[in-house]
């Protein structure tokens, strides 16, 4: 088991963020709260209020072959994407730049619709009913990003560079872990009745 203490949690569904703990049993969320008591064997991680939220839904990909040639999915777990919806072509998107000037620099939108609209919003179109929020019995898809730091690099010079703040990437295991991905090879394909999507990352081994 693994408790992320004491982050800013944006729950994804537009509500006001809230300063809690959320834990995680295998691949699911187990509890959400305040002071939530730790169970033996459970990895401690100290947010120290970085920001909480559902992992990135794309639900317009533009990237169809490139999981099949790379299983790794870097370019979508560097960004956060932890579900993406194939059917399109092509390869870059930018989630954390969205959240980044829209939300936190112009305040056009507010941190939380932000998120909502990346998270909750395409999973309730698509009917992932267990992804997109942090609720008892969701999918452990989660992001802790570091507002310190976090800052998406690419553009069209150098738009394969790699978002950075993105402190801890999971599905329910991590995919990512400062900035860096681990070995893991998370995900699983969706099917019909799920949505017609894949939730990265495929291991194609």
């Given at each position: ?25 295998n691949d699911r969320i187990a509890e959400v709260g305040q002071n939530l008591e730790v169970p033996e064997d459970t990895e401690i991680l100290e947010a120290n209020g970085k920001l909480l939220c559902p992992g990135f839904i794309d639900i317009h990909r533009h990237a169809d ?141």
């Amino acid at each position: 088991m693994i408790l992320f203490r004491h982050a800013q949690i944006y729950d994804g569904t537009g509500q006001k963020p809230f300063l809690g703990d959320v834990l995680v049993r295998n691949d699911r969320i187990a509890e959400v709260g305040q002071n939530l008591e730790v169970p033996e064997d459970t990895e401690i991680l100290e947010a120290n209020g970085k920001l909480l939220c559902p992992g990135f839904i794309d639900i317009h990909r533009h990237a169809d072959v490139q999981p099949l040639l790379n299983s790794k999915s870097e370019a979508e777990f560097r960004q956060g994407i932890t579900t993406a919806v194939s059917g399109n072509c092509g390869f870059w998107v930018r989630f954390l730049a969205f959240l980044r000037e829209y939300a936190f620099e112009r305040h056009v939108v507010t941190p939380e619709d932000a998120i909502c609209k990346m998270t909750f919003t395409p999973a309730k179109r698509f009917s992932f009913t267990d992804r997109g929020k942090i609720a008892k019995g969701c999918k452990a898809d989660l992001l802790v990003i570091d507002l310190e730091v976090f800052t998406d690099n690419a553009d069209f010079p150098g738009r394969s560079e790699f978002a950075s703040g993105l402190w801890r990437s999971m599905i329910g295991e991590f995919a990512v872990k400062d900035d860096a991905l681990t070995s893991a090879a998370p995900g699983e394909f969706l099917h019909a009745g799920t949505g017609s999507g894949f939730r990265t990352r495929c291991d194609y081994d």
